[in-house]
């Protein structure tokens, strides 16, 4: 599990803009809010007709961009404004820098 590539996008005290034609993400995106200033949002800067697939994880206040992507998918592929395909890359070989900020162990289901 150790060879499976793992990313991560991390914004501590600030957010993650998503630009508005940006339709696809493979990775970690997590922005943080340690020090209660209101950051650690991920957005998209305006209104967009776009989907966005992201295979990874997304972690933060992530309203503002599911209110701003305002796309409709094809339901027979599973597609909506905003799809998240959750990817277990996050706990089989967690980048750097993610076990300080989140507890992993949390996440696994016990067999």
Known sequence: SKNIPSAAFIVI?????????????DGILMAVDTDGSGDGKVTSALTETKTL??????????????????AVGDPRKEEGSVTIRY???????PPPGINELINIQQAIVPN
């Open 53 to 70: 697939t992201i295979n990874g994880n997304l972690i933060g206040d992530v309203y503002e961009l599911f209110k701003n992507r305002r």
């Open 13 to 25: 005290n600030g957010n993650i803009e998503i630009g508005a034609n940006v339709e696809h993400i």
């Open 87 to 93: 990817d277990e890359r996050i706990l089989l070989n």
